[in-house]
């Protein structure tokens, strides 16, 4: 039950945020597909000269697009851990070679230290979970 805690007061120092709100060292958690992603931010966001499209409701009901009235941020440049996973396939023949095949997959890592991949991200209108602010 101790250890339950310690989690319950984990999840309470969670907070989502949008991309304005995040600073150069603080750790976020970004849905990417079905998993999570533990970044670091290694840079400020800022933001971009162009404008998006984005589809909206007029006055009828009706859906249309137009240009976006928030300004939109360039891709963000994070730090997460990426490693290489290889997988043995054989064939469904009797007589058909065993080959291998190396995928590069994600990793869920919490420690920003063994962080080995810098990426850039887009993370205009996603969920964005804060977990470490950085010290300034």
């Given at each position: ?23 150069e ?11 999570l ?15 998006g ?5 007029d ?19 994070c730090?997460?851990?990426v ?6 396939f ?34 205009n209108y ?7 602010r950085?010290?300034?």
């Amino acid at each position: 039950m101790e250890r339950l805690g310690w989690r319950m007061d984990k999840c309470r120092k969670m907070k989502k945020v949008t991309i304005e709100e995040l600073r150069e060292g603080d750790e976020i958690i970004v849905a990417s597909g079905s998993k999570l992603r533990y970044l670091k931010v290694l840079k400020n966001p800022t933001l971009s000269d162009k404008k998006g499209w984005k589809k909206g409701v007029d006055a009828d009901g009706y859906f249309c697009w137009g240009t976006c009235s928030t300004d939109k941020y360039k891709n963000l440049l994070c730090s997460t851990t990426v490693r290489e996973v290889t997988y043995k396939f054989r064939g469904y023949r009797a007589n058909q070679a065993e080959y291998f095949k190396t995928f590069k997959e994600s990793v869920y890592e919490e420690d920003s230290t063994k962080h080995n991949k810098r990426i850039s991200i887009d993370l205009n209108y996603k969920d964005i979970l804060l977990i470490k602010r950085c010290k300034q």
